[in-house]
């Protein structure tokens, strides 16, 4: 599952973030703003037209993501996983 | 002045939202100068500290960054600064590493990144204040210990707030020791803030309350936008209300002192050029200042308190849609005042391609200089009647006049989007900080700030372009034995009857053709402009635009006034936009693409306006 999938207001955990393209620079930058293995994230809010974009948060931080960028975002299916 | 140059050189350095300037303000006060660095558009702000042990420091604050993996060039001139490496600055003799002490999370990874270049640094807790009353419990002495360089913690925004911090500096610049890496090799940083979080910090919750309860309100997709529609509205009403009494004290202070000037200098071309070209030229332009503060009061204070990210995740989607960013809209609200500071504050739009079209369509947001012009034509042209319950039909059109910009400027976004097949990713990635209440003296320092590159312009190339466009209208004189205005026998006169040519198919006889000259100055000249063509005497803008007014009315057939009205929506000519594109871009070939899309926009919009209207029986 991938953040895009997740639920309002539904705390997960993430597994990893996944490169689109070798070396990514948007993958790259989504962990460095916290998006790790371990993390726990929530969706808060989804913008006015065609839910985009995502607000997430991560950490003690939100962050606005586009629905192509929150998709590179994967995440552990209920605690199970790695 | 030697011992200026030698001033220990301390550089603040942190994330985006973490307070930094507020405390480069603090430390620094008016002491400030503002430039850009060698090269690129990145402001660059230094300033001097005076410590209260006498020392002075020389304090640079970086542009915010969340990683030394360049994103953005806001980022790689921090990298490289920090590192040594940017061209004509020397590498800072101390990193005072600032981070938000409510965001540890986020902010001490980017502190691991840098004490792994092992300069000497200091980390300043910063919003010491907010952490501990929403309950986060900082062992600072831990913290300092777990990291290996010294930690204390600041209050940005309260004077005092940064004592622990100055009575740590000079022993800290005394005695800088370099921070061997603690961190084994391979160890992640991810992993190492998770450790130094749960050694160091006790937080009740992840969250404030107060910012989950607000963004559910401000960020509904009905009572959000509803919201921002009405913070715009407010500012629009401000900016036009508030600013009114000051500009009517700036164009009479301006007509008094040309008056002054005008009986104090010999009657000569020495007279003319003071009063006629500098005074007046300048007093137009200086009259939009009031207009320009009061709307990046409103700018600056709602990015402070957090609220125009928000704004940016509400529009975001509609404007990706026509090409742009959520991104763009700061930009293109400052526009509205002016396109220059507009194109300046794309510098905060990361993706290049996002930026070259915020900057390429800022020029069609209805600036203020535009409204005289506006206000003119409306007046001679269009009856100032009810249409539907207390709502003008002058006021309707200005209305569509804006929203004919707005419109052709997404339109124009989408045609560029469609134009390149960009299939490329435009990242957003927007951080939603916390909202805070914006601190006036932050405010303040800002406006100064705009104020001031504001009048350099002023004082720039609109004084030089000033001074040609009266040497234009006023050389050559008019023979003794002229039968026609001074001004057909000029340079500028010959210019507009030979223009004509080119603008007859849009219904703009000679004399308007004349008034577009000027404009290219600044818009608003048009107006006094069709005045001194129209051979009136009138002493300043307002006065001018009263006694035109029957004269257009009778003069124009409705046709051209509304070709005219039309042509203003696009006014390609301004010369300080282009300025400012060419220096945004550092391109010719962009500012010479902007000038000439606008053009052919004008053109073509007049053109058909002029055509319909005389077809439906305006001519």
Request: with cysteine; aromatic share 8%.
């Amino acid at each position: 599952m991938t953040l895009t999938e997740l639920a309002r207001r539904t705390p997960a955990i993430v597994d990893a973030v996944e490169d689109r393209t070798p070396n990514d620079p948007i993958a790259r930058r989504l962990r460095e703003l916290g998006f790790v293995a371990g993390e726990e994230v929530v969706v808060v809010a989804a913008g006015p037209l065609g839910a985009e974009p995502l607000l997430v948060q991560v950490g003690f931080t939100r962050f606005a993501l586009r629905r192509v960028e929150a998709a590179r975002v994967r995440l552990r299916s209920n605690g199970a996983g790695a | 002045m030697n011992a200026a140059v030698a001033a220990p050189r301390i550089a603040l350095v942190g994330n985006p939202n973490c307070g930094k300037t507020a405390l480069f303000n603090l430390l620094t006060g008016s002491r400030q100068k503002v430039a850009n660095y060698a090269g690129v558009t990145v402001e660059r702000k230094e300033g001097r500290l005076h410590a209260p042990s006498g020392k002075h420091y020389a304090v640079l604050d970086l542009p915010g960054a969340y990683s030394l993996n360049a994103a953005s060039l806001d980022e790689a001139v921090t990298r490289d600064l920090i590192r040594g490496f940017y061209p004509g600055e020397a590498a800072p003799d101390l990193l005072v590493c600032v981070v938000d002490a409510t965001n540890l999370r986020l902010h001490l990874r980017f502190v691991l990144e840098l004490r792994a270049l092992g300069k000497p640094m200091l980390v300043a807790l910063n919003m010491a204040d907010a952490a501990k009353k929403r309950g986060i419990d900082i062992d600072v002495a831990a913290l300092q210990r777990e990291l290996g360089v010294p930690v204390v913690e600041t209050v940005a925004v309260r004077r005092g707030g940064a004592d622990h911090l100055l009575a740590t500096l000079d022993a800290v610049v005394a005695h800088p020791h370099a921070v061997a890496d603690a961190l084994p090799e391979g160890t992640d940083v991810h992993a190492e803030t998770r450790r130094l979080l749960a050694a160091t910090v006790r937080m009740p919750e992840r969250t404030a309350k107060i910012d989950d309860a607000l963004d559910r309100w401000l960020l509904h997709p009905v009572f959000g936008l509803s919201t921002l529609a009405v913070v715009m509205f407010l500012i629009f009403q401000a900016v036009y209300a508030w600013a009114t009494p000051v500009m009517d004290l700036i164009e009479a202070g301006t007509t008094a002192l040309g008056a002054w000037a005008g009986t104090m200098l010999p009657a000569g071309p020495l007279n003319s050029l003071v009063v006629e070209g500098i005074i007046a030229g300048l007093g137009g332009v200086i009259v939009f200042l009031p207009q320009i503060l009061v709307l990046f009061a409103f700018i600056l204070a709602l990015e402070e308190s957090g609220y125009l990210p928000r704004a940016a995740f509400l529009l975001d989607r509609m404007m990706a849609g026509a090409g742009l960013s959520g991104r763009s809209f700061i930009p293109l609200l400052s526009s509205f005042a002016c396109a220059i500071p507009g194109i300046m504050a794309t510098r905060s739009i990361q993706d290049p391609r996002d930026r070259l079209a915020t900057i390429l369509v800022a020029p069609l947001m209805t600036c203020s200089a535009r409204l005289p012009v506006y206000a003119l034509l409306i007046g001679a042209f269009i009856p100032s009647r009810e249409v539907w319950a207390g709502i003008n039909l002058q006021g309707l059109v200005l209305f569509a006049l804006y929203m004919a910009g707005i419109f052709s400027a997404l339109a124009v976004s989408w045609v560029m989007k469609k134009w390149r097949r960009d299939k490329g990713e435009h990242p957003l990635m927007l951080e939603l900080p916390s909202y805070r209440l914006p601190n006036p003296r932050d405010v303040l320092i800002g406006l100064w700030e705009r104020a001031l590159i504001f009048l350099k312009r002023v004082g720039g190339i609109i004084f030089a372009l000033t001074v040609l466009l009266w040497v234009l209208l006023s050389f050559p004189a008019a023979p003794v034995d002229a039968t026609m205005p001074a001004i057909d026998y000029s340079f500028a006169g010959r210019i507009g009857h030979a223009m004509t040519a080119v603008f007859a198919p849009l219904g703009f006889n000679w004399q308007i053709c004349i008034a577009l000259i000027p404009g290219l100055a600044a818009r608003e000249v048009a107006v006094s402009s069709l005045a001194t063509v129209y051979a009136l005497s009138a002493v300043d803008d307002e006065a001018a635009a009263q006694a035109l007014t029957p004269l257009i009315t009778n003069g124009w057939s409705l046709a051209t006034g509304l070709s005219l009205l039309v042509w203003f929506i696009y006014a390609p000519q301004c010369l300080a936009t282009w300025a400012a594109i060419k220096r945004e871009t550092g391109s010719w070939k962009t500012m010479a693409m902007a000038a000439g899309y606008l053009f052919a926009l004008a053109y073509l919009a007049s053109f058909a306006t002029y055509h319909v209207a005389v077809a439906l029986g305006g001519g």
